[in-house]
């Protein structure tokens, strides 16, 4: 008995290799390292964090810190009585960036579909990169600090800085199709964590000259990398006279299921195939679709929820791992730092392997349902870790792995699914809007946690806050429940086909 079409397992890296030129190597690396460098330029405020509030409060009340003369100079910096105010206003400053980040996240993804994506994400790139320095370099150099000022600047540095992740997840998915892409996106997806392991590394390298110092040199690197952007980035294989994406797939059957994206729906009817939200012109070039119209694409609405809950719990380890390490522990900033990076490199391995293991089974939400339930064991696991920092850096990679694994398939591999369904025909200016929209409602989650962890911590202590992070990661499993089912369902379904066959 022959296996139907839809139910037939293809190699997954066949297509890929086939494929890959070495503009889809360029384009791999020119994204990636532009995406880490904005989240290395994120991370430096994370890990010095304890040094800008030793300089904001009152050298009494910092055991650590040195006699500074002229007193009125060191008084000029007085913005907190007391380390908790101080702290509380750092969870404010990550609220208030990540409330402009989801907001400009929502309008960055559809202007990058209606704009030349390489524009938009070097322009971001540069100006992020002057209000960072402005941020933490300037004002120190001027000693001059005021809170308005500083949440100003964190309010356009988070929009700003939205154009990122919508911009190079719609490159990618314009290089890259279906075949291989859970393991591709996985590897790339790492992106962000390398950032915050440059971030962490630069930051610790130059924080005993100074915390203005480590916001200097991440800044600067970040303009110099928009900067090669915009010079050397292709935004779509047109643009070197390749086809597009779906162009030949008439060409083998092979190649048609090679490039079919996974959220294809098996059990819509056949006259709602033949509907599609993305109407196409005489000419065959493809417009981009509306912002309400890209939320009524099966699955958007979903995971953007679950990513919202699953964000709050990655990014609250991005703002506060150093911080915790520091205040929980004892240890120097400088150390806490250089251990929370085993925290992104967990999430390097998570994010590729089970990409892989979603690209083999062709599906992403039971892969994400056995991660996130080993994600609720190892934070209950990590909130128990003793003062060893061996012992601590292996419980936090296997952290790493089971929570930012998951965050890295959500962000990347499963937007550019849900950008690349059968509604929208495969079209890439539904892609920077879909990304925006799972990135920017994940990011409101992710403003509302940073603020609540703050509040937690302060009047609770930090166990509640690895309770609160439980909480978080189960109502990621709740959100995604129906496309587990839906996803099994169809596995079993191919399983007996499969078994029929033989």
Same mark, same amino acid.
């Given at each position: 008995?022959?296996?139907?079409?839809?139910?037939?397992?293809?190699?997954?890296?066949?297509?890929? !290799?086939?494929?890959?030129?070495?503009?889809?190597?360029?384009?791999?690396? @020119?994204?990636?390292?532009?995406?880490? *460098?904005?989240?290395?330029?994120?991370?430096?405020?994370?890990?010095?964090?304890?040094?800008?509030?030793?300089?904001?409060?009152?050298?009494? *009340?910092?055991?650590?810190?040195?006699?500074?003369?002229?007193?009125?100079?060191?008084?000029?910096?007085?913005?907190?009585?007391?380390?908790?105010?101080?702290? @509380?206003?750092?969870?404010?400053?990550?609220?208030?960036?990540?409330?402009?980040?989801?907001? #400009?996240?929502?309008?960055?993804?559809?202007?990058?579909?209606?704009?030349?994506?390489?524009?938009?994400?070097?322009?971001?790139?540069?100006?992020?990169?002057?209000?960072?320095?402005?941020?933490?370099?300037?004002?120190?150099?001027?000693?001059?600090?005021?809170?308005?000022?500083?949440?100003?600047?964190?309010?356009?540095?988070?929009?700003?800085?939205?154009?990122?992740?919508?911009? !190079?997840?719609?490159?990618?998915?314009?290089?890259?199709?279906?075949?291989?892409?859970?393991?591709?996106?996985?590897?790339?997806?790492?992106? &962000?964590? !390398?950032?915050?392991?440059?971030?962490?590394?630069?930051?610790?390298?130059?924080?005993?000259?100074?915390?203005?110092?480590? +916001?200097?040199?991440?800044?600067?690197?970040?303009?110099?990398?928009?900067?090669?952007?915009?010079?050397?980035?292709?935004?779509?294989?047109?643009?070197?006279?390749?086809?597009?994406? #779906?162009?030949?797939?008439?060409?083998?059957?092979?190649?048609?299921?090679?490039?079919?994206?996974?959220?294809?729906?098996?059990?819509?009817?056949?006259?709602?195939?033949?509907?599609?939200?993305?109407?196409?012109?005489?000419?065959?070039?493809?417009?981009?679709?509306? +912002?309400?119209?890209?939320?009524?694409?099966?699955?958007?609405?979903?995971?953007?929820?679950?990513? &919202?809950?699953?964000?709050?719990?990655?990014?609250?380890?991005?703002?506060?791992?150093?911080?915790?390490?520091?205040?929980?522990?004892?240890?120097?900033?400088?150390?806490?730092?250089?251990?929370?990076?085993?925290?992104?490199?967990?999430?390097?391995?998570?994010?590729?392997?089970?990409?892989?293991?979603?690209?083999?089974?062709?599906?992403?939400?039971?892969?994400?349902?056995?991660?996130?339930? +080993?994600?609720?064991?190892?934070?209950?696991?990590?909130?128990?870790?003793?003062?060893?920092?061996?012992?601590?850096?292996? =419980?936090?990679?296997?952290?790493?792995?089971? =929570?930012?694994?998951?965050?890295?398939? =959500?962000?990347?591999?499963?937007?550019?699914?849900?950008?690349?369904?059968?509604?929208?025909?495969?079209?890439?200016?539904?892609?920077?809007?879909?990304?925006?929209?799972?990135?920017?409602?994940?990011?409101?989650?992710?403003?509302?946690?940073?603020?609540?962890?703050?509040?937690?911590?302060?009047?609770?202590?930090?166990?509640?806050?690895?309770?609160?992070?439980?909480?978080?990661?189960?109502?990621?499993?709740?959100?995604?429940?129906? @496309? =587990?089912?839906?996803?099994?369902?169809?596995?079993?379904?191919?399983?007996?086909?499969?078994?029929?066959?033989?």
């Amino acid at each position: 008995m022959a296996v139907p079409g839809s139910f037939r397992r293809q190699p997954a890296n066949r297509g890929l !290799v086939s494929h890959c030129t070495h503009h889809h190597i360029v384009v791999f690396l @020119l994204t990636f390292f532009s995406y880490s *460098l904005l989240h290395a330029s994120r991370k430096t405020f994370s890990n010095v964090k304890v040094s800008i509030s030793s300089q904001w409060t009152p050298s009494c *009340l910092n055991s650590t810190a040195p006699e500074l003369r002229p007193y009125e100079l060191w008084s000029s910096s007085h913005l907190f009585p007391n380390a908790e105010e101080a702290t @509380l206003f750092l969870g404010t400053l990550d609220t208030i960036f990540l409330f402009s980040y989801a907001v #400009g996240l929502f309008v960055s993804g559809i202007v990058g579909d209606r704009l030349n994506l390489r524009w938009v994400l070097s322009f971001g790139m540069c100006s992020s990169a002057l209000v960072v320095f402005s941020f933490g370099t300037l004002t120190e150099w001027l000693h001059f600090y005021n809170k308005w000022f500083y949440s100003c600047l964190w309010v356009v540095n988070g929009l700003l800085q939205s154009t990122g992740w919508p911009c !190079v997840v719609a490159v990618m998915g314009n290089w890259f199709g279906k075949a291989g892409r859970g393991f591709v996106f996985g590897l790339w997806s790492a992106c &962000a964590s !390398v950032g915050n392991i440059l971030g962490a590394f630069l930051a610790s390298c130059v924080l005993k000259y100074g915390y203005e110092y480590a +916001f200097l040199v991440t800044a600067s690197v970040q303009f110099a990398g928009g900067v090669i952007v915009f010079f050397g980035l292709l935004t779509s294989p047109k643009e070197v006279g390749l086809p597009e994406l #779906g162009a030949d797939e008439d060409e083998a059957s092979v190649e048609e299921d090679a490039n079919r994206p996974l959220m294809g729906n098996d059990d819509v009817d056949d006259d709602d195939r033949n509907y599609s939200i993305q109407a196409t012109d005489n000419d065959n070039q493809p417009r981009a679709i509306g +912002f309400f119209q890209a939320c009524c694409l099966p699955g958007v609405v979903l995971y953007s929820l679950a990513y &919202a809950c699953l964000k709050l719990v990655n990014y609250s380890f991005f703002f506060w791992l150093p911080f915790y390490l520091s205040n929980n522990f004892g240890w120097k900033e400088a150390e806490a730092d250089q251990l929370s990076i085993w925290y992104d490199v967990g999430g390097i391995v998570g994010g590729t392997i089970q990409g892989l293991i979603s690209d083999v089974l062709q599906k992403r939400a039971p892969v994400l349902a056995v991660s996130l339930l +080993f994600a609720v064991g190892s934070l209950f696991g990590y909130s128990r870790s003793p003062n060893s920092k061996p012992i601590n850096a292996v =419980i936090m990679a296997i952290t790493g792995f089971f =929570i930012g694994g998951p965050s890295n398939m =959500i962000s990347s591999a499963i937007s550019a699914d849900l950008g690349r369904q059968d509604l929208v025909k495969g079209s890439s200016e539904a892609l920077a809007t879909v990304t925006g929209i799972v990135d920017g409602t994940g990011s409101i989650g992710a403003a509302v946690g940073q603020y609540l962890v703050s509040l937690i911590q302060e009047n609770l202590g930090w166990m509640w806050v690895f309770y609160f992070f439980i909480l978080m990661t189960s109502s990621t499993i709740l959100f995604i429940s129906p @496309l =587990i089912v839906r996803e099994i369902r169809l596995l079993l379904h191919e399983r007996r086909l499969r078994m029929l066959a033989e």
